[in-house]
């Protein structure tokens, strides 16, 4: 479901999401799994561009990942698709979440490691 591409970074670890869906039968094991990734002061950036479709379900889990992070500068969605920025969008959560086109565009954000 999400899996850990990148854990020896120092500032930053990138998560991507291998399932196309993240809705009410799999936002549990979503959440679970990001929410064990999650430390203080490390940003993490969400690789979403496998995923196709999202449900409320799916977008609480993104909202309690931000909230347990404290900081929306510490969680960037990067790759999202048309309906996924849309739905941002349509709930105002687009000026809340931190996104970028993709990955690389995701690495500028955060910076040269130190």
């Known amino acids: 479901m999400l899996k850990l591409v990148d854990s020896?970074?120092?500032r930053y670890k990138l998560l991507k999401v291998?399932?196309?869906v993240i809705d009410s039968?799999?936002?549990s094991e979503f959440k679970l799994g990001l929410m064990?990734?999650?430390r203080p002061d490390e940003t993490i950036?969400?690789?979403l561009e496998n995923v196709n479709f999202?449900?409320?379900s799916g977008l609480g889990a993104l909202i309690s990942g931000l909230k347990a992070v404290g900081n929306p500068e510490?969680?960037?969605l990067c790759g999202l698709n048309e309906q996924i920025i849309s739905l941002l969008e349509l709930t105002c959560l687009d000026k809340v979440f931190k996104t970028t086109k993709?990955?690389?565009d995701a690495l500028e954000e955060v910076g040269p490691r130190p």
Request: negative net charge; charged residues 30%; aromatic residues 8%.
């Open 102 to 104: 993709d990955y690389q």
């Open 45 to 47: 950036i969400l690789n």
């Open 54 to 56: 999202v449900d409320s």
């Open 8 to 10: 020896k970074l120092k």
């Open 18 to 20: 291998e399932s196309s």
């Open 36 to 38: 064990k990734e999650l």
């Open 25 to 27: 039968t799999n936002f």
């Open 74 to 76: 510490l969680l960037i």
